[in-house]
């Protein structure tokens, strides 16, 4: 898990993570992240520990964001 945190750390300090946690139940984990192309994003997948490790089944699902609330950053800090 140390080795996860610090590579989430790294991709958070670069900008391409916006937002990451665990799934409820605890069965994976959910990051969205950004990048210049489906293949930036395949790499930096290929360098998580969980990956690398066999330790997780990992599915990248493109979206263009079409919408947002003006208000996103009070509404992740609610919860």
């Known amino acids: 898990m140390g080795a996860h945190v610090v590579f989430l750390k790294k991709y958070y300090a670069s900008g391409n ?6 799934k409820i139940p605890r069965d994976g984990g959910i990051i969205l992240a950004v990048g210049t192309s489906r293949q930036q994003i395949e790499a ?5 520990p969980f990956y690398q490790h066999g330790l997780a089944d990992f599915r990248i699902i493109e979206f263009r964001a079409s919408q947002r609330a003006n ?9």
């Open 17 to 22: 993570f916006l937002v990451s946690g665990r």
């Open 44 to 48: 930096i997948v290929e360098e998580d």
């Open 71 to 79: 208000d996103i950053q009070k509404r992740i800090e609610k919860y």
